[in-house]
Nanobody, 122 residues
Framework: VQLQASGGGLVQAGGSLRLSCAAS????????VGWFRQAPGKEREFVAA????????YYADSVKGRFTISRDNAKNTVYLQMNSLKPEDTAVYSC????????????????WGQGTQVTVSS
């Protein structure tokens, strides 16, 4: 399976963006998918995840209430709706398939897609 993230851009603080993670090769509905982000000089950090079985969602505390992860199985795509964006949300956002273990750690994921840059100006 290959993943491709898109939808990033430059937005003012308080604005919104919707990121897409499109899958090819296999149907994404059979997998749990996570979004991570990495800012310059920082470690990659968990943002959100959605499970394949029940569609349960998981969020980092820093984005809870502002970001929403969802999936459209017909389009083989997972989305990340980001509202009330803050300058500290600036990062490269990537999606990946959850393989094993906790949803919150990058080591639990594989098949990382190329990321998309999100820049939030103050």
């Amino acid at each position: 399976v290959q993943l491709q993230a898109s939808g990033g851009g430059l937005v003012q603080a308080g604005g919104s963006l919707r990121l897409s993670c499109a899958a090819s090769g296999r149907t994404v509905s059979s997998y749990s998918v996570g979004w991570f982000r990495q800012a310059p000089g920082k470690e990659r950090e968990f943002v959100a995840a959605i499970s394949w079985s029940l569609g349960s969602t998981y969020y980092a505390d820093s984005v809870k209430g502002r970001f929403t992860i969802s999936r459209d199985n017909a389009k083989n795509t997972v989305y990340l709706q980001m509202n009330s964006l803050k300058p500290e949300d600036t990062a490269v956002y990537s999606c990946a398939i959850h393989i094993r273990g906790s949803f919150y750690y990058p080591a639990a994921y594989d098949y990382w897609g190329q990321g998309t840059q999100v820049t939030v100006s103050s």
